[in-house]
Structures are given as structure tokens and as C-alpha cells.
């Protein structure tokens, strides 16, 4: 069996590499990129191997992710949202479904962040009610990602009748009821299709509920939390990877007429290169501990969970910065490729949990405070 890295690799460099930058021009999926993902059984990464999946674990996850990244970020985007649904749909889901997404047969994603409560995910105002012997979903979804190229929703709405601030259920995309609440042509990530969805009266069978109900906040925190704190990271971390890269060709590669040398002839650019070098290292090794403490189910993983999404996003930020700065005017052509890098790096910090949030949630942890 061909190893998942090596498959991610070769998708990133044959694949995702020629068509990022149109994906990026014209917003579009990057329909070429999924379709080798998928082809390489990678949407089955975290399934069983009992059901046909890899059996992988969540670090393995955050490592294909951060290969994609590096050379387009909307595809590394829309897998780290299919491995954050499909950890939540291989722990509560049906043995069907369970299967069709380890065979590839099915691409999933999140539909957590609402239009009334924002970045605050945990809290849900959409509701869900009991019509016809059917559940009735009625909500504003206000970024769902692959929101019209997935097969499913894994879906937040208050509780049915128990006690609690959620209820998690899976919902098909050609679900009658939902609509989608217009396009996106964003600053970033503009392939990853991510874009509003609405739900007026849109009915699912009640055993499409994933998890019991009102236990929404531990799939939440519990499931998807980890892997898509550790995802994301890996998003950032791969770009702000490709774009390092890209500055050390430009800089390499480019000369100044009158005397010969190379830009990387300078100090301060070579200061400025080893400055991003270190950050991104200590990005990925945040990460790469986070992944471990979660598969060795650590004391400190809540914690190393919180932290690495916080130090990826602030990490990105920085260093995208400082290859623009060391690449200078050139640094605004599109073909120098960083730019788009430095677009898509700004995600980061806003997606919800945003980077406020955690460093609230990572001091009450650390004073030994609930975090809710």
C-alpha cells in the first residue's frame, strides 16, 4: 500500500500545483485536485480499516493536509473539512456511511458557524423540531465549505427535546429545504466553494442524529476540536511551507545587474529567510507534539490543541508577511507565488475558534478555569 504522504506529495506536485493558481484566479473547486484524493483512498484516511478506511490517526491527517497546502490551500482546506466530519461520522455514524467514506465514495464537512451566534460555534441558534415523524432543521449556516460539492452536512442545531446547547446531525446535500445563500469571492481560499447555507423546514430521518441528543458539545469539543485544530494548523503551516520555498527561489534566483549578486547575497534577506525558517519549524513541531499527545491521549492535549491552532495562525501571519517583505514589488506578481499564499495564510485567525478566543480558552486552562 502506497504510503498517504507519498500519495499526498504527488497529488500536490502533479496535481494541485498546476491548477492552484487558476483555481485561485476563476474561484472555482479544485474539481482535478479532490478527484486524485479521492482516487488515492484519502478520503478514507481516519475511516476503520474494518470498514475499508486506512485506520490513520489524526497527526497522519494533519501531514497529507500540509502537503496539499503547500502548493493549494482551498484543497488542503476542503480535506481538513472532510477529516474533521468524517472523525465525527466514523465515531456516531451508520455502517453504510461509514464505508461509502472510507471507499471515497462520500466527501463530508462541517456546518457549525451560524449567522446569529458567529464565531461561536458551541452555541447553535438553529433548531430542529419533530414534523411528520421527521426532524425539521431550520437554520442560517454562514460558511460552510464544499457547501456545493459535498455529499453531506455534519450539522449543529439546538437540542430536539434533552437538555443541552447542541445536537449534531448528519444531512445530506440534495437535502429538500436547504439553499445555498449565495456565492463567494473572498480574499482567500477562493477555490474552496465556502459559502452560506440556509435551511427553511429542511426534514432528515431522527436516526440521521450523530451522537445523543444534546451532546453536541463533546462531538464538538471532544471529536471534531482535535482534528480540526490539528487540520488547520496544517493548512498555515503548509503555506506558509510553499511560500518560504518561493521566496528562497526568488531570492536565488534574482540579481541585481550592476554588481552580479544574487538578492540572497544580502544579510538582512538572509536574516530574514532563517527568521521564517525557525517559525515555520516551530509551527510544525507544535503540531506534530499536538498529534502525538492526542494519539497517546496525554494530559496535556486539550491543552496542546488550543495552543497549536493559536500558534499556527499568528505564525502564518508573520511569516507570509516577511515574504512579501523579502520579495519586495515582485512579491505582488502572481507568479512568484506568494501572494496567493499570503491570502489564504489570513484565514487562520478568524476561523472559529479565531485566535481571540483560543487565548481566552488557553489561559483559563492554564489558571485552571472551566473553558465554557
Not at 127 to 134: H, S
Not at 168 to 173: N, T, Y
Amino acid at each position: 500500500m502506497t504510503d498517504p504522504l507519498e500519495s499526498a506529495a504527488r497529488i500536490a506536485r502533479e496535481v494541485a500545483a498546476p491548477h492552484a493558481a487558476r483555481v485561485d484566479a476563476e474561484g472555482v473547486f479544485p474539481a482535478e485536485s479532490m478527484a486524485a484524493v479521492r482516487e488515492a483512498g484519502l478520503f478514507g484516511l481516519l475511516s476503520a480499516e474494518e470498514v475499508g478506511g486506512l485506520g490513520a490517526g489524526p497527526l497522519a491527517a494533519a501531514n497529507v493536509v500540509e502537503r496539499l497546502a503547500r502548493e493549494c490551500g482551498s484543497t488542503a482546506m476542503i480535506t481538513c473539512m472532510h477529516y474533521s466530519a468524517a472523525t465525527v461520522i466514523e465515531k456516531h455514524g451508520a455502517s453504510k456511511l461509514r464505508r461509502d467514506v472510507a471507499a471515497g465514495r462520500h466527501l463530508s464537512t462541517l456546518a457549525f458557524s451560524e449567522h446569529g451566534s458567529r464565531s461561536h460555534f458551541w452555541v447553535p441558534q438553529g433548531r430542529a423540531t419533530r414534523k411528520e415523524g421527521l426532524v425539521s432543521l431550520d437554520a442560517h449556516k454562514s460558511w460552510v465549505t464544499t457547501a456545493r460539492q459535498a455529499d453531506s452536512f455534519v450539522w449543529s442545531s439546538q437540542p430536539l427535546e434533552a437538555e443541552g446547547a447542541s445536537t449534531i446531525w448528519l444531512v445530506p446535500r440534495k437535502t429538500d429545504g436547504l439553499r445555498d445563500g449565495g456565492d463567494f469571492d473572498g480574499l482567500g481560499l477562493r477555490g474552496n466553494d465556502s459559502i452560506p447555507v440556509v435551511a427553511e423546514d429542511a426534514r432528515i430521518p431522527e436516526e440521521n442524529r450523530l451522537g445523543p441528543d444534546g451532546g453536541g458539545m463533546d462531538v464538538m469539543l471532544g471529536d471534531v476540536l482535535p482534528v480540526f485544530s490539528l487540520c488547520i494548523s496544517a493548512v498555515n503551516i503548509g503555506l506558509m511551507e510553499g511560500a518560504l520555498q518561493k521566496t528562497v527561489e526568488h531570492v536565488s534566483g534574482t540579481s541585481y545587474e550592476h554588481t552580479g549578486d544574487a538578492l540572497s547575497a544580502l544579510p538582512t534577506i538572509r536574516a530574514y529567510v532563517a527568521r521564517m525558517r525557525i517559525a515555520v519549524d516551530q509551527a510544525r513541531l507544535l503540531m506534530e507534539d499536538t498529534g502525538r499527545a492526542l494519539e497517546a491521549g496525554r494530559e496535556d492535549a486539550v491543552l496542546r490543541v488550543l495552543e497549536c491552532k493559536a500558534a499556527a495562525g499568528e505564525t502564518a501571519t508573520a511569516v507570509l508577511d516577511l515574504a512579501m517583505r523579502v520579495c519586495g514589488g515582485m512579491a505582488f506578481r502572481k507568479e512568484v507565488g506568494v501572494e496567493r499564499r499570503f491570502r489564504d495564510g489570513r484565514a487562520g485567525t478568524v476561523m472559529a475558534p479565531t485566535t481571540d478566543q483560543l487565548y481566552d480558552f488557553i489561559g483559563r486552562a492554564v489558571c485552571g478555569l472551566p473553558l465554557f
